[in-house]
DNA sequence: CGTACTTTCTCCACTCAGTGGACAAAGAAG
DNA sequence: CTTCTTTGTCCACTGAGTGGAGAAAGTACG
């Protein structure tokens, strides 16, 4: 199949398109109800979308008491691929127009072996996807880096943990691979975009989305926009201070939220414990080089190991104060817990919300909803499908 | 004079009116080099407006090289009253179209004595501006107040230090008294918007501005627009903990900001250290009834009391490790301190400085000025002509 | 099956915002 | 006085958008 090239002529084309991704196929007579504009107008404007290809007609509807409507729907051969990379994972996945995963990957790789050898992985799954059918090519690509972005060129600036990316330019080189347009965003707003999109905050203009995984960091909406700040590392809350003198963190400071709770340290602290001998459930599970993960953790939890209930609680007293900080200034509709932790559960959930109750003021707290994300590791990828959708989907 | 009702019938004249005020008297000719309209269409704009009598031709323009231009400009006679209610004292200005302030008072006051004492207050100091010739009413007011307001209806909710307003419908109240439209605000909100219009903040499009004054909040600005988030609260960083398990606090917390640095905490530290005797010069200041008050502790340091700069230092270290927190989240790109604090001065700042530069992120703080506010007390009734002109010069 | 009613979609004349070129007005430079 | 520049006005034209008429394609009911 040819990939589509055709952009949206103006704005109204730009709305029926989002329409058609968020809502479905439609008829044109729904998708007037919807957009303020006259039937004649709207009838030009889908004729016009339906010439570029973008959006094809396709079939009748059911009568509901009249003449039967022909369905609109946005092109069901487009493709976009959504790729998050994470510090020691890689997800592919492929999506259509409407955002709908079709095929998902995953693969454990340290993103610090370099872009080079990342990106080769990338490439290897997009075509394994391709191979098994499930796309011909793709319309375009959204991809997320774990570390700050700049923004419009789609290159990663000074990335703390995933040093050898400086500089490299992401968003160029991978559309040169692919041939489609490319858009490369931070993990953690692509993660917001996801559950923006088709999870938990389907319905919030402004909230925050925290991410836990091997670090710590938070997607920013306003407005239904992702706030990237001015150099785009807003949302960098690893290394705020929660602890005063408190532990060592690899940024040169001391305290750092991300030095006291995060997979990394999570996984560091349970290892210790179990060392110490603190508790046997722990000690079972150290592997033969003597070290646990976070999983390990959430698992001798759910077991009912108390030092590993104390761990999660304590990192969720320390989450919960930065983020009780953060939810006075930024008054928030909705806070969303998601990332790799997100298995510690409700554990984890009633140590932070207990600590935004009681700590921020009851204007800000008082309807604002803390949960866990919907989407799980799918957020991403769907956040970057989305990312690019709403680049291609804007006039051009 | 009768007072202007019209608003802009359309974008464009929206437009011009921004512009008009922003930049001055402009010919159509100017005006068209920065609106992207043809000549044609610019001109019938510009006739409405001089029709609504919101814009007024005034005389000719000196010869650039060729026929000389007609100068446009506002009308001279538009008057905007701004209004800004702080904690212990009430300011309000007059100023034109161009936001000029033509005259301005200041009257102490606690705002706890109610809305109804302050609104006599207010209007008796209106009534005075206007005797004395500088205006003969008003086509708008904007006025702001020391707590969170429901922006949309103008009305304060659950304000912590004035308790009396909550519910008070000001916006409606004020509107009646003085006969013309009214937006109600936060005042640090407003200290924002008078900053960026006239201040140090003209062009950067996302900073903050964070206001000192008996409380702290903190004024947002997203895209050079004020962000106040789900319930009008955002910016409320005065009960976010600085020191943990640190001094009781009005809101029922421990250790927050408001509580360890503040006029108010400053002036009760600075009270408890003259009575042990720890600084003659601070002592020497007492009042009558043996307390200090912030302006004292400003002087003492000036003079150089050592006990009076150590009080500020360790305010400003406070407030800088809240705010470098804050600025790891928002990565703004400018960082406004003001409120009636800024007396304090450079020892201030360099100890908030300090502490910012030192915990953050170096791609959030490598280029990022903090500074004081240049507008001192005028930016708040600054910021609320500013407001209710964005109101008015926005299309109908 | 025929009639009345509903919903969907198309067609078309009309309005109005906006463009761009021609030209007049007014001044500067020589 | 001529030439050139800048400012502002006029006017025919384009194209976006509207709204009503009516065709197309159904359902409901006698």
Redesign the interface.
Known sequence: MRRMTARPGNAHQARLLTLLRDGGPNSRAQLGDQVDLSRSKLAVEVDRLLETGLVVADGLAASRGGRRSHNIRLNPELRFLGVDIGATSVDVAVTNAELETLGHLNHPMDVREGPVAVFEQVLAMAAKLRASGLAEGFDGAGIGVPG?VRFPEGIP??P?IMPGWDGFPVREALSQELGCPVMVDNDVNLMAMGEQHAGVARTV??FLCVKIGTGIG?G?V?GGEV???????????G???AV?DGRPCA?G?RGCLEAHFSGAALARDATEAAQQGLSAELASRLDTNGALTAVDVAAAAAAGDATALDLIREGGNRTG??I???V??????LVVIGGGVTGLGHTLLAAIRTQVY???????T???PIVLGELGSAAGVTGAARLISDHLFSPA
Chains 1, 2 share one sequence.
Do not use: E, K
């Open positions: 700050p600036v000074a703390p203009a402004d938070c920013i306003v706030y990237r700040g001015t150099t785009g590392s807003a949302g960098d809350i290394h705020i201070q005063p940024c400071n104060q930065v009780a900080g953060l006075s200034f930024f008054n928030p509709g009681r700590q921020s003021l009851p204007l800000a008082g309807n604002l």
